[in-house]
């Protein structure tokens, strides 16, 4: 059996009094899909944050392609092949559309690359590429805050895709958007795992989890109470208990 | 346009500059002129640290002083070297001092750069106002420091003496002025180059979202280090050769609250997403307010850069960079960056 992309041993993060993670277990393989859902406050965005090296976990380790990566900071782990796109996106405002994707592109991709940098015309042309992918090619030059709410999600998830992840992690990019703009997002998130990127995908929207994860796991007050096929877990008494707060 | 091709024209304008100066000028033009650049140098280390990472720094006269008063120590051990150095350094020691103005401003950068560094450390955990504030004690803290060191004259202040004449330039005054043009210069150029590198992508996304910044690889904290080392480097390096300028330093004079405020000032008048705005913001302050010394008082001078800084705030946010760009339809810095 191959090693787990991303491994989450024993992860516990408090503050203060407060417990956000007890001591969570999480074996991504590499091309998953994966779907964790759980109530709001449940956890989620903490697991993402201690994933992403945003917050520093108290207990237990996360291991990525086989590297422990506890204590590096969050560009590090970027580097290291682990995206994420934010629940409320964060455009750097002071610059364009493409020089959103640039900076990735810039701190991550020529940092792997050392001396085989790319070209301002590579840089160029795989902003564009990008763009094209997330159809915001004709947006390039725009300010990021004439967006709208879709279009920022997409940025987001293009700026991700730019640091050329082996994981990303989609943090709510659904959240606020339309029927068929969550199917836009959804289609390209399946689209993304078909380039061989795994993904992990946190939503409240189920049809979107639904159609969208291999694989499902459930996060409820800091613990995992369910994970396995998304068909079984919904009917999972547990899960169907948390989420009608029976 | 080019780095070196920039600098060539920078310095073709320089010397212009020296050269008006020398046949239509007098002293006193250097002396106001050196003042204006010093500012230059001041705004554009400023903008560093302050507009393109967006981290305010009320600390800009304690940078300063710590370049003035590397240059008053330096002097002093040259005065002193028989009192304070031991027996068998004394030959060196006469063989290295008394150092040259240059070697001194390098060495005032070289001591700034390193409290910037130790500044950054302690502090870059803090955003905003407390950011604003720690350095703003830093300034205090320093001031407190050299009051109570008497090696360089302490509360009394010291006496710096420069030579009447000096070879080429004739007039001291004019050398100095000769070595701020030099030396705004090199932080112009330093400035332009850092915002059309990496760096200056790097430092713009720390301005707008460090986290976000953080999860597109940006090294956030040693970004935030270099920007504090060059800012204070070049604020350090402005505030070497005023010893020699003003010949007598005192704590209040080094540590003035006008460096703070002009530092702030300018560019924010300028603009602070160019090199260009504290440029602009320097040259229209720092001469109104030499203007305002010969015609009104020195006094006046903080209530003009206040009054101004005011009238910007409400009505040009921006500076007059933006003003301009919003007036005249022009592409803002970070999108002429993607085409360049």
Not at chain 1, 15 to 26: I, K, S, W
Not at chain 2, 120 to 136: E, H, K, M, N, S
């Given at each position: 059996m191959t090693?787990?992309?991303?491994?989450?041993?024993?992860?516990?993060?408090?503050?203060?009094?407060?417990?956000?993670?007890?001591?969570?277990?999480?074996?991504?393989?590499?091309?998953?899909?994966?779907?964790?859902?759980?109530?709001?406050?449940?956890?989620?965005?903490?697991?993402?944050?201690?994933?992403?090296?945003?917050?520093?976990?108290?207990?237990?380790?996360?291991?990525?392609?086989?590297?422990?990566?506890?204590?590096?900071?969050?560009?590090?782990?970027?580097?290291?092949?682990?995206?994420?796109?934010?629940?409320?996106?964060?455009?750097?405002?002071?610059?364009?559309?493409?020089?959103n994707i640039r900076v990735p592109l810039l701190y991550t991709v020529n940092a792997r690359r050392g001396a085989k940098h790319l070209s301002h015309g590579e840089l160029q042309d795989r902003c564009m590429e990008l763009l094209t992918l997330v159809s915001l090619g004709d947006k390039a030059a725009k300010d990021p805050r004439d967006l709208t709410q879709v279009e920022m999600r997409k940025?987001?998830?293009?700026?991700?895709?730019?640091?050329?992840?082996?994981?990303?992690?989609a943090d709510e990019a659904m959240a606020g958007l339309s029927?068929?703009?969550?199917?836009?997002?959804?289609?390209?998130?399946?689209?993304?795992?078909?380039?061989?990127?795994?993904?992990?995908?946190?939503?409240?929207?189920?049809?979107?989890?639904?159609?969208?994860?291999?694989r499902l796991v459930v996060l409820v007050s800091g613990k995992k109470i369910a994970d396995g096929m998304p068909e079984t877990v919904i009917e999972n008494p547990e899960v169907v208990g948390a989420y009608l707060g029976t | 346009m080019r780095t070196p091709i920039f600098i060539l024209v920078q310095a073709v304008i320089g010397l212009a500059l020296y050269g008006l100066f020398i046949f239509y000028g007098n002293d006193y033009w250097f002396y106001a002129g050196y003042t204006v650049l010093q500012f230059v140098v001041l705004a554009t280390a400023w903008n560093i640290l302050g507009g393109y990472c967006g981290y305010v720094n009320f600390g800009s006269a304690g940078f300063f002083a710590i370049g003035a008063y590397s240059t008053v120590f330096l002097y002093t051990v040259g005065q002193q070297i028989d009192d304070v150095v031991p027996e068998s350094l004394q030959g060196v020691m006469h063989l290295i001092f008394p150092l040259s103005l240059p070697t001194m401003i390098v060495i005032g950068g070289i001591c700034a750069g390193l409290v910037g560094l130790g500044?950054?450390?302690?502090?870059?955990?803090?955003?905003?106002?407390?950011?604003?504030?720690?350095?703003?004690?830093l300034a205090v803290v320093l001031e407190t420091l050299v009051v109570n060191w008497e090696f360089v004259g302490g509360s009394r202040g010291a006496y710096v003496i420069p030579p009447s004449k000096i070879p080429i330039f004739g007039a001291y005054i004019h050398f100095l002025f000769a070595l701020m043009i030099v030396l705004a210069i090199v932080a112009l150029a330093c400035a332009r180059l850092i915002e059309r590198s990496r760096l200056g992508y790097g430092f713009a996304t720390i301005r707008d979202d460090e986290?976000?910044?953080?999860?597109?690889?940006?090294?956030?904290?040693?970004?935030?280090?270099?920007?504090?080392?060059?800012?204070?480097?070049?604020?350090?390096?402005?505030?070497?050769?005023?010893?020699?300028?003003?010949?007598?330093?005192?704590?209040?004079?080094?540590?003035?609250?006008?460096?703070?405020?002009?530092?702030?000032?300018?560019?924010?008048?300028?603009?602070?997403?160019?090199?260009?705005g504290p440029l602009i913001g320097a040259i229209l302050l720092g001469t109104l307010q030499?203007?305002?010394?010969?015609?009104?008082?020195?006094?006046?001078?903080?209530?003009?850069?206040?009054?101004?800084l005011i009238g910007f705030v409400i009505v040009a946010p921006n500076g007059i960079v933006g003003l301009w760009q919003d007036w005249f339809g022009k592409k803002s810095v970070k999108s002429r960056r993607s085409e360049t």
């Open positions: 090693a787990p992309l991303l491994r989450v041993d024993r992860l516990s993060k408090r503050f203060g009094g407060f417990v956000a993670l007890d001591d969570v277990n999480l074996d991504v393989a590499e091309g998953e899909r994966l779907g964790l859902i759980g109530p709001n406050g449940s956890g989620k965005s903490t697991l993402v944050n201690c994933i992403c090296g945003t917050l520093h976990n108290e207990a237990g380790t996360v291991t990525f392609a086989g590297e422990g990566i506890n204590g590096m900071g969050a560009h590090e782990r970027t580097r290291r092949g682990l995206a994420r796109s934010f629940q409320l996106p964060r455009p750097f405002t002071s610059m364009s559309v493409a020089d940025l987001e998830l293009a700026r991700a895709m730019a640091t050329e992840p082996k994981l990303l992690i029927h068929s703009e969550v199917e836009d997002i959804v289609a390209l998130l399946i689209n993304l795992n078909g380039r061989g990127i795994t993904i992990i995908m946190i939503e409240h929207i189920m049809r979107a989890v639904m159609s969208f994860s291999q | 500044t950054g450390y302690l502090t870059l955990r803090l955003r905003g106002v407390f950011f604003a504030i720690a350095t703003l004690a986290l976000a910044a953080e999860a597109c690889g940006v090294p956030t904290l040693r970004l935030k280090l270099t920007a504090t080392v060059l800012s204070g480097a070049l604020m350090g390096m402005a505030g070497a050769p005023f010893p020699y300028y003003i010949g007598y330093v005192e704590p209040s004079s080094a540590f003035n609250l006008s460096y703070a405020v002009n530092s702030i000032a300018m560019p924010m008048i300028g603009g602070t997403t160019s090199w260009v030499q203007l305002a010394t010969v015609t009104i008082s020195s006094v006046a001078n903080l209530l003009i850069v206040g009054l101004l």
